[in-house]
Every structure is written in C-alpha cells, then in structure tokens.
C-alpha cells in the first residue's frame, strides 16, 4: 500500500515536473527530453494502475516511435536555439492564456474532486484480468467489440503512411 | 342534333390550331390556308343552320328548356363550379348563326383581299381565333365561359387591329383598343363578383333562377357593371375612343369585329341578362340614355370625316347606341333584330370599303374619290342597297329594325319622348352622312390623280360575291321582322320572345295596350295610328337626309365650304372629334404616367432603393468587422479555441 | 488503494500544462509536443477512468487514440519539413497567411 503511494507520489511529481520543464525550456532538444521523461513517469502510472498493456503500448509508441520522429525533426529542420529569454510570448496573449488555462484547470478539478463519478461498472476487476490475461483480453476486445475502430484506425495509419511519403519527397 | 352544338365553336379552334401551329415549322401554301379556315367557319355555319332547324321543331315554350350541352367541369373550387357548357335557345342560336355566316363571307372575302400581304396565314389563323372566342361568347351557358369569349374577342381584337405591327400607327391602335376594352372589363369583373357573391353561381340558368333574392341596389350595382363592361367592348360613351383608331386594321377585320360581331357582344349580354336589368329600372334606364346619346354624339361626328372608314366607324358606334337603347326601354328582341340587320348592312359597307381601297391602292380619303360608280358597279350597287338600309328607307332591312327601336323608345312603359327624338333626329344624320359618303365616293368625277384612276377596277369574284350576298340579305333580313301594324307577321320577336318572358304576340294589329304608360299613347287614342305616324315621320326624315346630302354634295358642293365658315368653332369642334382624344390623353394617359414617375422618384429610389443599398452596406460593415478576428496566426486561433471549451463548460456548471 | 480522482486531477494538469505550452511558445515543433502531451494527459484520465469502473473500454480508447497520435504524429512532422523549406525556423507568430 504505502509502496504504492510512493511510487504514485515520485511519478506524479516527475510528470508534472517535467511537463513544466518541457515548456520552459530554450533548447527544443531539451524539451524533447523532458517530454520522453514525462512519457515515462505516466506509463508508470499506467502500471500502477493495472493496466500493463498500455504501459508498454505508452513507451513503444510514444516515448519510442513519436519522439523519435520529433527529435529527428528537430534535427533536421536544425531549429534554432533561442538566444534570448523571450521565448515566452508576455504581453497581452500570454498572460490571457495563463488566466485561461487556470480556469480550465480549475473547471476540471472542480468536476473530478467534488463528485463522485456516475457510470456503469464493468466486468474486468483486477482479478479477473490477472485471471484471464491481460493481454489476452484487450486482444479479445479488439477483436469482438471495438473491432471497426480497430480497422479504422489501422486506415488511420495507412493513411500516415502515405501522407507524410507523399509530403515529404522532393520537388521535381 | 342539339347535341352537337359544341361542334360550332370547335370547328373555328381546329382551324386555329392548324393554321396556326403547324405554320409555325412548315410553311403553308395559300390555297391550303384558305380552304382551312373558310371550311371550318363553313362547317360551323353548316352546324348552327342545323342545330336553328332542330330547334324550330321544338314548340315554342320547350325552345327556352333545351338542357345546356355540358362538354366538362372547368373551374371546380370551393363553392364555384363552372363547366365548359353551350345553350342552345333562340337568343343564342339567333347569334349563332348571325356571327357564323356573316364570318363565313368574310373569310371568303379574305381570300381576296389579303390575298398579297405576307402575313396571309397569320391573318385567318387569328380570324378563326376570333370565331372561336365570339361563338364561346354567344353560346356559353354560363358568366365565366362568356367572359372567357369577351376577353378571348378583345385579344384577337388587338391582334388583328395591330395587325401590320411594324407600322407605329396600327401597333398603338391595337394597344388603345386593348386597353380600354381592359378598363371596362373591370367594370364587367366587378359585376362578376357581385353575382358570384350574392347568388353563389354563375350559370345563367341558375343565376336568373335566383335573381329574385336580390335587393334592388345590388341588382343595379351589378347591371350597372355589367353595362360598363359592355360600353368598353361595344364602343359607347365613355369608352368608345378606340373604334375609330381601330380602323388600321385590315378593312375584313373592321367588317367582322368592328361592325357585325364584337362589338355587338355588349348588346347579346344586356339581352341575356334582361332578368337582372328588369330587376333595376335606373341600369335600364342609364343603358337607354347612353346609348341615345352616344348615337346622337358618334353621329355628329360623323358629318364631317373625310376617312371613308372612319365615316364607318362612328355609323358603328351610333347604330351600336340605337341597340342599346333598345335594350334599354326593355324591347329586347328589337335591339337584337337591329342587331342582325345591323351586322347585314355594316359589314357589307365595310367590305366595299375595301373593294374601294382595292381599286385605288389603299386610298382612305373621300376628298379623292368621286364617280367610282363607273369603274366599280357591283360595289356602287351593293353599297346603296347598305346604304338604303342604314338609312332606313322602307322595303330593306334596316327599316324595320330601326323603326321598331323607335316605336319603342316612344311607347314602352320605360322609355320616354326624348328618346325618341334623340333617335328620331339620330337617323336623319345618319341618312345625311351616309348619303354623303355615297355620293362623294360614287359620283360627281373624280378628284384623285390621273394614273390611280386609270388603275381603278372592280374587285375579283371572291370578294364580290359575298357583298352581294350581304346585300340580299341587307334587303330581305328584315322580312322576318315585319312589324304587325303594316299587317306583317313579325316572326322574329315571336321567336325570341320566350327568352324575355314575353307571351308570343299573334297576329292582331292593336295589341299595345291602352294601359301602355310611357309616351303620349292615350292623348293620340289608338296606338296603331301613333305608329304609322311615326313611321311616316322617321321615313320622311332619312329621305329629307338623303336629299339634303344630295343638294350638298351634288347640286351646291360650294355649300357645305360656306357652311364650315360660317360657322368655324363648331366645324372645329367636330372635325377634331369634340377633343375628347386629347381629354383622355391629358387626363389618363399624361396623369397616370406623371404619378409613375412621382412614385418612381420618390418611392421606388428614395426608399426601396436605400433600403437594399443600405442593408449591402450594412453585410460590408459587419464584414469588416468580423474580419478583424482572422488575423492569420494560429495561436490565436488556439486561444479562440480555448476560449470556447471554457464557455461550454461554464454552460456545463 | 489509491482513489481514482487523484489520477483524473493529475491528468487534468498535465492537459493543463499542455494547453499554457501551446500558447505560450513561438516554435512550431515545441508547440507540437505540447500537442502530444496533451494527447497523453487525455490518455491517463481514460485509463484511470477504466480502472474505476472495472472495465478495459478506457484502454482500449487510449490506445486507439494513441494510434491517431502516432499517424497525425508522421503527418505534422512531414508538413514541418516542407514549411522548413520556406519558412527557415519556423515561428508561427510570422505566418500569418490565412488572414482575412
């Protein structure tokens, strides 16, 4: 139990530390980085919470394929270093977007905290899943349930694919 | 045979429908056009004939209770159903044939007359329109059917005045008699309604049925509509400006619509509606006043035109007066005898006219013509026998009618003693103006040039014969109508009268009874004596008219000069036809184009057009204004977007 | 056991975090990992919403909307590459050609 909370305490911490970290940063590089570390410290959570599959599926694809996409971009279009401190947009947009994102946020916690969360309960407590396989029944999901967005989403893809082959080739 | 006397109108429509469609891909040969058009009137002339004989065989009471032929339902809505149906009963079979044979002659006078204009089968394809629209007018069996004919006349009326259209003069001419057909077919629409409102029907039967349940005031409201209507269409007081400029037109045109059949559809329907108009003494008598004085005044008119056709025209609008005020004073079958003879002899002058204009190539002007009589028999023959009749000199036709509108203005409960002058001094100008046209135009020598002279010639068979035809008919039309104080059977009245309700009268010569109110019958004691007396007087004076155009234009010619002197302002007045053109023209035509225009400046620009320029300028504005949050970068588009997820979960609290 | 609005508020301040980054920074590819982020904040609050109702349907949302992240991932930065050729550093407070 108090391994538990431990360890949701330090990942907590760590993402919102890099979060923050990530959008205060000069060197895009740097971001990068703080972002796989966020990436990570939530995939941590995912453990903590069960669910094993999205886990992994959370450091293959994002912290693995995406970012690296992102840091060879940044490599690629050498982005430059920003010389000076007014890389944050202050003035009249900035310190509006900073109001507005605290509202935001306050309108959020204000729904999660206060109720309690209406819905149905489902029928995959731990215990079934450890029973089951937990891989085993997000596969069967898939498979059955969520079977059309399954297939979208690999059009999806297939649609990326071709997209970014076709975006990214040279001129003639 | 009754059955099929839907088959009369419809001969005249296929012939339209031929003539007229498939000339518009092919084009057709004259002869081709010709024979269809004069086959199909000659068809429904043939028809009418047969469908008269059927009736005759029917027994006088059972001849007003023929069953109307009714082809189908036409307006079903609401409470109106109107159908398209024909009656058949001595009144319109009386009109029937009248308008069928006299049309038929004057196809086949067409032939030859139009014989070289270009437009040779539109010409018959709108003459067979005409018929088509006349014979829906006489033989309807209900309002709306004889007005789809009314107005279906007034168009092919307008059609055949504008007939050469690329010529100024005959397009305003069809125009004018177009639109003022159209102000008194308001007149004939409000009437329309009244009856429709009041009654709930407008079948004949069924509107005469009910009459009764009228008050008087809306009985003289509606007649008096009605009557407008036909002052529009038969050219009377105050509507009668467009006659005399429809005489652009081809001169058959004028014949058949402007003398024998159009213009009489005002008289067959104050004739057909004598139910509503016995039911309002003032409409009858505002009817009979009218027609007086628009005689007296198209008369006057008359005396002084020097346009052969237009001398034609106002003798129209003047007979068209007489049979109005035959209606009017309730001698119903009178106004329609005048009207058949009428048709006879006017239509015949007008085809003479046009033999005339035929020979000296399109000449109009009396002042040109003279001793015509040498070169053109037939036509000089034919033209007195019409001119006789008009004239009223007994033994022709028109004596018989007129005399009879005369007696009647005089006798009848409603007419009155200055009626019959007004008539009575009527017909002497008549036999004066008309006499003058003949003798000016006949005799004497001839006052043109040397090489139209030399031109002049009769007119081809075609266009003789059916003149001839129409001056048998000018002298023995009235035969059916001998009056029974000169000891003649008067099977005309007899025939229509049981369409006016009045018992046929048989034989005996004193049938007018003493009671009799109107005129001075008790003073004189025997009605039959008054009569013959004022026989004797209207006969003495159309010859005192004949005579006096005889000294003035045959023996003295320098009179009527020294008359015009002496008297200027009156022969000015005349000639130009009382101003009452340029009356209209300043207050109608210049009045209403005048508000056009205030309305135009003031409303059409100044308010209509400000609001739709101000509204675009109103879009540009708020355009412009909104354009302001497209600024291009994407954050702020962020922000907007942020923004709106704020919103919606506020709604959400 | 730990109670499940914890996870929802964290999620909801990561997603918040995002958001400020989107506004505040001027780099495009910045801007872009902001976006990602935000992707996955919203992935958190799906799982932890399934681990209370005792379901996988969170999950599997997660995942297929990590697929979409992935795809929109390739495409954007392909678009980054081709905007490069004109735009060198891109900064987005300079492009401004959608304006109306």
Known sequence: MILQWIVFILSALFAIFSALMMITRKNPIHSALFLIGNFLSVAVLYILLGRQFIAIAQVMIYAGAIMMLIVFTIMLISVEELKKVSLLRFGAGGVIGLVMTVLLFGFLASSVAVRTLPGLKGGFPLERIQELGPFKVIGGLLMTKYLLPFELASVVLLIGIIGAVILAKKER | MIEYVWLIPLFPAVG???????????????????????SALGLSFLFSLLVFLDLLKLPPEARVAVPDKVLFDWVVSGDLKTVIGYKVDPLSMVMALVVTGVSFLIH?????????????????????????????????????????????????????????????????????AFVVNRVGDFGFLIGLFLIFSKLGTLTFDEVFARAHLLDPATATLITLMLFVGATGKSAQLPLYVWLPDAMEGPTPVSSLIHAATMV??????????????????????????????????????????????????????????????????????????HLMTHAFFKALLFLAAGSVMHALAGELDIRRMGGLREKMPVTFWTFVMAALAIAGIPGFSGFFSKDEILWNAFASPKGHFVLWLIGFVTAGMTAFYMFRLCFMAFFGSFRGDHETWHHAHESPPVMTIPMVILAVLSVIGGYVGIPHVLGGHNYFHEFLAPVFGEAPKVEHVSLVPLAWAGGHAAEVGSEAVLELTLMVLSVAMAVFGILLAWVFYLKRPEVPQKLAEAYPRAYRILWNKYYVDEIYGALFVDGTRNFGTVLWHNFDEAVIDRTVNWIGALMRVMGAGLRLFQTGFIRDYALGILLGAIIIMLFLL | MIPVSLYMLLGALLFSIGILGVLIRR???????????????????????SRYYNGLDGVIVAFLGMTVAAAEAAIGLAIFVLLHRTYKGIKVDEINLLKG
């Open chain 2, 16 to 38: 339209f429908l031929i003539n007229g469609l498939i000339s518009r891909w092919w084009k057709l040969p004259k002869g081709f056009v010709a024979w269809v058009a004069c």
């Open chain 2, 108 to 176: 086949i006078y067409s032939v030859g007359y139009m014989h070289d204009d270009p437009g040779f089968t539109r010409y018959f394809a709108y003459l067979n329109l005409f018929v088509f629209m006349m014979l829906n007018l006489v033989l309807a069996n209900n309002f709306l059917l004889m007005f789809l004919g009314w107005e279906g006349v007034g168009l092919c009326s307008y059609l055949l005045i504008g007939f050469w259209f690329d010529r100024d003069a005959p397009a305003n001419a069809g125009l004018k």
């Open chain 3, 27 to 49: 780099d495009a590819i910045v801007i872009f990992m902001c976006i990602e982020l935000m992707l996955s904040a919203v992935g958190l609050t799906l799982v932890s919403a």
């Open chain 2, 264 to 337: 009489t559809a005002g008289v067959y329907m104050v004739a057909r509606c004598h139910v509503l108009y016995e039911m309002a003494p003032l409409s009858m008598a505002v009817v009979a006043i009218v027609g007086a004085l628009t005689a007296i005044f198209a008369a006057s008119m008359a005396l002084v035109q020097v346009d052969f056709k237009r001398i034609l025209a106002y003798s129209t609008i003047s007979q068209l007066g007489y049979m109005f005020l035959g209606v009017g004073v309730g001698a119903y079958s009178a106004g329609i005898f």
